[in-house]
């Protein structure tokens, strides 16, 4: 997760986008089972993380601050395509039923103040 922060940071998105996308991550594992089992270099971990703060900049910020495909690629390094963030970003979104709502920390933390 600080890693995830520390991303969002370095691509300039809102921590409200971070949050989202922690929480969309979190809720993704919670309903795949053993998603990473053949995954021993921990490169699926990070590429539905990349995916998730792809999708959430897509879905929470207010203007087009948000991340593109290519700029995901290049901040993984070419680790991965493109196409292997679009095609990440169907299957999570298709498992989470397109359900993008979520109560995060830092909007119960804004109510309060």
């Given at each position: 997760?600080?890693?995830m922060c520390d991303l969002g940071d370095s691509i300039k998105v809102s921590q409200n986008t971070i949050h989202h996308a922690?929480?969309?991550?979190?809720t993704?594992?919670?309903?795949?089972?053993?998603?990473?089992?053949?995954?021993?270099?921990?490169?699926g971990l990070q590429l539905i993380a990349f995916t998730c703060i792809?999708?959430?900049?897509?879905?929470c910020e207010k203007d087009s601050r948000g991340p593109t495909a290519h700029d995901i690629s290049y901040l993984s390094q070419k680790m991965f395509s493109e196409k292997d963030i679009i095609k990440?970003?169907?299957?999570v979104l298709n498992t989470l039923g397109w359900n993008l709502m979520a109560a995060t920390p830092i909007e119960f933390i804004r109510i309060f103040q």
């Open positions: 997760m600080d890693w922690v929480a969309m991550m979190d993704y594992f919670s309903i795949v089972a053993d998603p990473l089992r053949n995954d021993s270099k921990g490169k792809f999708f959430s900049a897509k879905f990440s970003e169907t299957l």
